[in-house]
C-alpha cells in the first residue's frame, strides 16, 4: 500500500521543500520507493535537486494535470524524472499557477491531484508532497490526495494563528473530501540549540491543541549544511552525510516509518476486535 504525504504549510520558508527532499531520499536509504510532487508554482523542490534549466522540465505537473481534467491519456511514466539519490520526481513550475487558476471552473476541482496520484502511486511505497506557501486550490488537492499531513513549523516563530486555520482546512477536507486524511504531525524545523524556543514552542502547540496534534519527536537543527544543499542539487546526506542535520533528517525519516507502522497496527487491532 502506496502512504501520500501532503507537506504543508501557508507560513513560507518553514522548511516545506527541504523536508520533502531529506525525507524522500532518507526513505530510499531504508529501501522504499519514493515519488516527489511538486506541487508548488515557485518549482523549488524541482530547483532543489538540480533541475534549473527548462529543458531539464520535459513534461510538468502543470501537463500532467491538465490532461487529467481534460481525462487524455497518458502513460503512468510520462513526466517522471530519475534523481542520481534514488528518488523519483514530477517536477513543477510557474505553469502551475494558471492550472491553479484554471481549476477553480473545473468539474471536481479539489481531486484533480488525487486522479492522477491514483494513477501513478502504485510503482512506490511513498508519495510526498511538497505544497505552496497558501492555502489555495493546489494545497487543498495535495491535502484531498494525501492519507496524512506533515506540518514544518520554523522552531522560533510562533505560529499560533496560522496553525489554527491551518488545522480548519485540514478538518473542513475531512468532512468534505477526503475522511481519511490523518495529521501525523508537527516537525520543529530550524531549532536554533542556543536558544529555548523549539521548546517553547512545541510546549505552546501541545498546551493548545493536546492529543488532536503531535509533535515529532525528532526536530531539525539550524544548519547552514542544511540550507546549502539546495543550491547543490543533492540531499543532506550526500552534501554532509556525518552532519546533524543529516543524522536529524535520518532519525525523523525513522520515526514517520514508526508512526505509519503503529497505525497499521492499531487499525488491525480495531478490525480483529470488531471495532
Ligand atoms: N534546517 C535548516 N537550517 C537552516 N536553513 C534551512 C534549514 N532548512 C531549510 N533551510 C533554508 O530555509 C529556507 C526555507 O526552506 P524551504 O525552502 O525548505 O522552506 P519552504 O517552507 O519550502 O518555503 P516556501 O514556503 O517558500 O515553499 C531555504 O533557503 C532553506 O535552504
Ligand atoms: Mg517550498
Do not use: W
Not at 50 to 66: F, H, K, N
Not at 155 to 183: D, E
Amino acid at each position: 500500500m502506496t502512504k501520500v504525504f501532503a507537506l504543508a504549510n501557508q507560513k513560507g520558508g518553514v522548511g516545506k521543500t527541504t523536508t520533502a527532499v531529506n525525507l524522500g531520499i532518507g526513505l530510499v536509504k531504508e529501501g522504499k520507493k519514493v515519488l516527489l510532487v511538486d506541487a508548488d508554482a515557485q518549482g523549488n523542490l524541482t530547483d532543489s535537486l538540480g533541475y534549473r534549466e527548462p529543458d531539464s522540465i520535459p513534461v510538468s505537473l502543470a501537463t500532467l494535470l491538465v490532461k487529467t481534467m481534460m481525462e487524455e491519456s497518458y502513460d503512468s511514466q510520462e513526466g517522471i524524472l530519475q534523481h542520481q539519490e534514488g528518488v523519483a520526481l514530477i517536477p513543477g513550475n510557474i505553469e502551475l499557477s494558471a492550472v491553479e487558476v484554471s481549476l477553480v471552473n473545473t468539474m471536481s476541482r479539489e481531486t484533480i491531484l488525487r486522479s492522477y496520484i491514483d494513477q501513478v502511486k502504485s510503482d512506490y511505497d511513498y508519495v510526498l508532497i511538497d505544497c505552496m506557501p497558501s492555502l489555495g486550490m493546489l494545497t487543498i488537492n495535495a491535502l484531498a490526495a494525501a492519507d496524512s499531513v506533515i506540518i514544518p513549523v520554523q522552531a522560533h516563530y510562533l505560529p499560533a494563528k496560522g496553525m489554527a486555520q491551518l488545522l480548519q482546512t485540514i478538518a473542513r477536507v475531512r468532512r468534505q473530501i477526503n475522511p481519511k486524511l490523518a495529521l501525523d504531525g508537527v516537525l520543529l524545523t530550524m531549532v536554533d540549540s542556543r536558544t529555548n524556543f523549539a521548546k517553547d514552542i512545541a510546549h505552546v502547540l501541545r498546551h493548545e491543541y493536546g492529543d488532536k496534534l503531535r509533535v515529532f519527536q525528532d526536530e531539525i537543527p539550524l544548519s547552514i549544511r542544511a540550507a546549502e544543499t539546495s543550491a547543490k542539487g543533492k540531499s543532506i546526506y550526500a552534501h554532509d552525510p556525518n552532519g546533524q542535520a543529516a543524522k536529524a533528517y535520518m532519525a525523523f525519516t525513522k520515526e514517520v516509518q514508526r508512526i505509519g507502522s503503529e497505525r497499521r497496527q492499531t487499525r488491525q487491532h480495531q478490525a480483529e476486535h470488531g471495532r
